[in-house]
């Protein structure tokens, strides 16, 4: 069992910047593949980016040369930092986690973000 608490969420500016969190426990955090999702009002929920194992990384257009995920085994949390925040990116965040191979996912239970002035 994978449990995930996301932090950081908050309002800011257009053009500003926050860090989210998320810290998993329950599992060994080196074999799970993480994620951040993001689910806006009245939209379906979209993978935003991605990070293996491995560290390979993979993030939705939208978001490429703006946002970063990271990870620290040691520290069993993964990161995702934003930049450059437009009104486009308010949505709720959740942290989402899967063994590779696995079909089962656990997510967080969501850190909202709004961009606005």
């Known amino acids: 069992q994978v449990q995930l608490v996301e932090s950081g969420g908050g309002l800011v500016q257009p053009g500003g910047s926050l860090r989210l969190s998320c810290a998993a426990s329950?599992?060994?955090?080196?074999?799970?593949?993480m994620g951040w999702y993001r689910q806006a009002p009245g939209k379906q929920r979209e993978s935003v980016a991605t990070i293996t194992t491995g560290g390979r990384t993979d993030y939705t257009d939208s978001v490429k040369g703006r946002f970063t995920v990271s990870r620290d085994n040691a520290k069993y949390t993964v990161y995702l930092q934003m930049n450059s925040l437009n009104p486009e990116d308010t949505a709720v965040y959740y942290c989402?986690?899967?063994?590779?191979?696995?079909?089962?996912?656990?997510w967080g239970q969501g850190t909202p973000v709004t961009v606005s002035s």
């Open positions: 329950g599992s060994p955090f080196r074999f799970l593949n």
């Open positions: 989402n986690a899967r063994y590779n191979g696995a079909t089962r996912n656990y």
